[in-house]
Each structure stands twice: as C-alpha cells, then as structure tokens.
C-alpha cells in the first residue's frame, strides 16, 4: 500500500531531508585524503543527534553506522572503515535520519581531491540521472517515466544501471511503497499522485549493471570492479509537480570552499 502524506507531513519530512542534507554538509567540509570513513561517520552521528534527530541506518537490518559509504567499485551499502581516503577515490556517502517520526534518506558521491576525467564524467552523468528521473515525478505519470529517463540516460553514455537496487518510497518507515527502480518502461507502474514522497536514486555503473555482495553481508560491489556512482533525493509531488526536500546545497558551498 502506498501511504500519501499531507502538506504538514511533508513539511516535516522536509525538516527531515534537510538534516541530513547539513549532515552531507558536515561530511563534505572533513572530506579530503588521509581522512577515514569512521571519523566522518562519527561527524555524521554527532550532528544528527545533536538536531534531535536519529540516524536512520545505524541498527536498521543490523547496520552498524550512521553513513553507508561505498567507494570506487563499492555500490552501496558500504561499511565505514578505518583505511584514510586518497586521492583519486571516489565515495558515495548516504545518510538517513527519522525527525519527528518521519525519515529522510539523501546520498551524494564525492570526489577525493583529483579523480580521473573518465570517472568525472561517471559522477556527472549520475547527477544529471537524478534531476532527470525527478522531472518525470508529476502527477498522472507513472513510476516507469522515472526509470525510463535515467536508464536512458545512463545507457547513451555506455554506462550500466543497478537492477537490483531501487529507490523507494519515504516516511514513517524509511523504505516504503512503492519502489522506484532506476530502469522502466514508459508509462508503466504505480501513478504517480498528489501526496506521494519517494526517494529516487540512481546507481550507475561505469560498467556492466551486475552487481555482488562481499561476504561482510553489507558491501555491493560491481562484479567488473570498475566505479560505480549513487545520487538521492527525496521527492514530494506538491500541487502535482516534483518538490526536492533535501539539498546539495550544504554539501556544494562545503566543497566551494575546500577548494578557494
Ligand atoms: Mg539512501
Ligand atoms: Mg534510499
């Protein structure tokens, strides 16, 4: 069953998606080699708490962190570990956090410091995925328009795109109906309707779509081993139009700044 929210829900789900967009933020101002995924983590953990919110992840199924990061062939679900970052990484970081009953769920790949044209363009084209999955969320539409437009999106640029991991829908429960998975037919699907709040994310692949678990039961890794890529935003249909809650407007003025 798919659970609509009201504006007010919605406004709190906002407050939600925005904490964890701050929390992205914090990340994004520690970010850079030689720093571990266990102190951004415990960065993550510290700010969320401290909004009086909760991290999402940390005990849900078992997780034992507040960020999944996943570097370089790393897909999702990647523990935070001790090894510093370098140079030329890549790491997709997601962050969940329940606000007043309500969840939000927002990922953002970064760059650690130089990283190669070719997986550059990786990040870029999985950006554009997202925003271009997101104009399809419009009242009378269906979940299908999403994936059709990131799939078609990421195949014009030889990439592959995750079969088995889906965007979802949000709110009280972090992972709710219905799934939006980033590949589709047209017009197939749920109806996308007044009320609904999902959580769209591609999972591109420089590679083949395939993917593996590593045996710590959490790590998906593309089964190439070549990098893979992973935006989120949380998604509310307002007046039958997409309305982004969370932002990357923290994480971007973070980096602006690292680099001035
Ligand atoms: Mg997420
Ligand atoms: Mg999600």
Not at 40 to 51: K, V
Request: net charge negative.
């Amino acid at each position: 069953m798919i659970v609509y929210k009201t504006r007010e829900e919605i406004e709190i789900m906002r407050a939600a998606a925005q904490v964890v967009s701050r929390a992205l933020g914090v990340v994004a101002e520690a970010i850079g080699p030689g720093v571990t995924p266990l102190e951004l983590d415990r960065l993550a953990e510290t700010y969320i708490r401290d909004q009086g919110a909760e991290p999402a992840f940390k005990g849900l199924y078992g997780f034992p962190n507040t960020l999944c990061m996943s570097r370089n062939e790393q897909v999702v679900h990647g523990i935070p570990d001790n090894k510093p970052l370098r140079e030329g990484d890549i790491i997709s970081v997601d962050c969940g956090a329940k606000l007043h009953g309500f969840y939000g769920d927002h990922a953002y790949t970064f760059a650690i410091g130089e990283i190669a044209p070719a997986t550059r363009r990786l990040l870029d084209v999985t950006l554009e995925c997202l925003y271009l999955g997101i104009e399809q969320a419009v009242a009378g539409n269906r979940i299908g328009d999403i994936g059709f437009a990131v799939q078609q999106h990421a195949q014009k640029n030889g990439y592959g795109v995750v079969r088995d991991l889906v965007g979802h829908g949000l709110g009280r429960k972090l992972h709710e109906k219905p799934e939006v998975p980033n590949f589709g037919k047209r017009g197939s699907g749920p109806l996308i309707q007044e009320g609904l709040v999902i959580a769209i994310e591609p999972m591109i692949n420089m590679g083949v779509k395939d993917i593996k678990q590593l045996s710590d039961g959490w790590t998906i890794i593309t089964a190439d081993r070549k990098p893979s890529a992973h935006f989120e935003h949380d998604v509310a249909i307002i007046d039958g139009k997409p309305e982004i809650l969370s932002t990357f407007k923290y994480v971007e003025e973070a980096l602006a700044k690292q680099t001035a």
